[in-house]
């Protein structure tokens, strides 16, 4: 029997309260949902990469709701969700200018781990890309 918090609905309703609270820049919801071991590698269109810790990227966020930044976008195209014991992982879509201040595509893979009694960010793959690719 699957477990109701191990369910792609589950996971979908993780994914919406990351998209909703990173794109209001709200730390202390950040701190809960990224994974304490959590790692993201971010791809530029120019094919340079940059990596982050938990502390890293939610600093990332602060510096962008200290200097003011309005509300990220929030659009999303789902693509697929899988579930294999405590590790879920999501395959996305999204569009934002978080990552470069440029609006751009993100192509992403996003890792959870159930623990603690919730689903939390363990690793980020992000390939970004102009919006007309």
């Known amino acids: 029997m699957t477990k109701a918090t191990h369910t792609v609905e589950a996971i979908r309703a993780a994914m919406d309260h990351l998209i909703d609270r990173a794109t209001n820049y709200d730390i202390d919801a950040l701190q809960s949902i990224y994974h304490d071991d959590f790692h993201t590698t971010l791809v530029a269109p120019d094919s340079t990469v940059t990596t982050f810790n938990k502390q890293e990227f939610i600093e990332h966020f602060r510096k962008q709701a200290d200097a003011g930044k309005h ?10 969700f899988h579930i294999l014991g405590d590790t879920g992982v999501s395959v996305l879509t999204r569009k934002h200018s978080g990552m470069n201040d440029q609006e751009m595509k993100l192509l992403c893979n996003i890792e959870w781990r159930f623990e603690d009694g919730r689903w939390q960010v363990l690793r980020e793959a992000i390939f970004m890309q102009p919006l007309d690719s």
């Open 71 to 80: 509300q990220l976008n929030t659009w999303a195209e789902w693509h697929d």
